[in-house]
């Protein structure tokens, strides 16, 4: 009960008297614990407990996400109660205490059985499994609607779905989708679910450089980073990450990973993780950016125990992800005004190597900045652009001088 004393000084008997006071007092310290600020995590406890007094579920019980939704029911249109909701969940779920969610569809046995097999057979991880059964779900409500066995599958509703599919993916992806799919078809021919071989299917054709150039002018990505204002946590938390991925060409899994004891002030440099290529990358620091980091920590970034650099916007404390990382740069773009909507994160790394490769930097060096273990991967990132072909000088040999003279 500690907690709800420090946290509700002179009006702590109201909580520490209802008898959900055990549950309050273990989720206050979790907010606590995870650096929710003092007068929003008082916000939160206030609202789950109007919340659990209501509800007949005694303190300490195991929960269901369905039980989690009839506690907050009365108030979920409410925004702070959607939070405090919300954040009750996490905490029931960090303390093994919610329940994962039910599916009773008429096929979840097959696709948790084929989760376990991609998990435990396969070794594959669960941010690759969870897109994985998203389609073979997305197939199945498609081609068997009232929940007909799998044996009723044919390889016309198959194709069906993937002409369905293709207007709005790319064709990279469409790929990716159609060799999910044979997975998960081989899986249950092997284990006769059905009795046809569907898995022999075409995968549409795609060839690594066939995309025009990503890369963006240099003069453009410097109007765009000073489009970036710099007056809250926020704001000068976009413009180093952004800084850092237009000046040294970082991933955004790199940028999520760095931490803050990866920068060697003495030294001058920064060490990356490479978490795609298994690797470390001591990369040497600019005076700018140095300045700049250094503000950053001072001024910029909000107070944390946590190491990492660069932490979400919001409580709890936590990492950014490779995906907000994406969506940053989204934003940031949108509202600079500049032509660059159109682009992603990527193409400041593609930049990096452009602006290597036009400053007359080999390719061997320009693959060992980026992390790449083949010179192939690097030539995807050096995509030749017009200007810079109208550039390249080829000699002409002396005959076809004197011939065209002659003509």
């Not at 109660?81 to 996490?90: I, S």
């Not at 940028?255 to 795609?276: P, Y």
Request: with cysteine; aromatic share 8%.
């Amino acid at each position: 009960m500690n907690t709800l004393h420090q946290l509700f000084v002179g009006v702590h008997a109201r909580y520490t008297c209802s008898p959900h006071a055990g549950d309050l007092a273990a989720f206050a310290g979790w907010l606590i614990d995870h650096e929710y600020p003092a007068r929003y995590a008082q916000r939160l406890v206030f609202r789950t407990m109007r919340s659990l007094d209501a509800f007949w579920l005694p303190s300490g019980s195991k929960w269901t996400p369905e039980d989690l939704e009839r506690a907050f029911r009365r108030v979920w249109h409410r925004r702070l109660y959607r939070h405090a909701r919300h954040a009750f969940g996490a905490f029931l779920q960090s303390a093994g205490r919610l329940a994962p969610r039910a599916d009773h569809g008429p096929h979840a046995s097959v696709l948790a059985a084929s989760r376990r097999y991609l998990s435990e057979v396969r070794g594959l991880a669960l941010t690759t499994i969870r897109p994985h059964l998203a389609e073979v779900g997305a197939l199945v409500r498609h081609a068997l609607p009232k929940g007909q066995p799998l044996k009723q599958l044919t390889a016309e509703l198959i194709e069906e779905h993937i002409e369905r599919r293709a207007p709005g993916v790319a064709r990279h992806t469409l790929g990716t989708i159609v060799t999910e799919l044979r997975s998960f078809l081989r899986y249950c021919f092997d284990r006769r679910l059905i009795t046809t071989r569907l898995d022999v299917m075409d995968r549409p054709v795609c060839f690594r450089d066939e995309l025009p150039p990503r890369a963006l002018d240099w003069r453009l990505i410097q109007r765009f980073l000073r489009s970036i204002s710099r007056t809250g946590h926020t704001g000068w938390r976009d413009f180093i990450v952004l800084h850092l991925m237009a000046h040294y060409g970082l991933r955004t899994g790199e940028i999520t990973r760095l931490t803050v004891d990866a920068i060697n002030w003495s030294a001058r440099t920064l060490l990356v993780e490479q978490f795609k290529t298994r690797s470390r990358l001591t990369l040497p620091l600019m005076d700018q950016t140095l300045d700049l980091l250094r503000r950053y920590l001072r001024e910029g970034r909000r107070r944390s125990q946590r190491r990492e650099l660069f932490l979400c916007a919001f409580s709890p404390a936590r990492p950014m992800t490779k995906f907000s990382v994406s969506q940053m740069f989204k934003v940031r773009a949108r509202q600079s005004g500049l032509p660059i909507a159109h682009a992603s994160a990527y193409a400041l790394r593609h930049s990096f190597a452009m602006r290597l490769f036009a400053r007359g930097v080999g390719i061997k060096t320009i693959g060992d900045l980026m992390g790449h273990n083949s010179l192939v991967s690097t030539a995807v990132y050096l995509r030749l652009q017009t200007d810079v072909l109208r550039d390249v000088a080829l000699p002409v040999p002396i005959q076809a001088q004197r011939a065209e003279g002659a003509a």
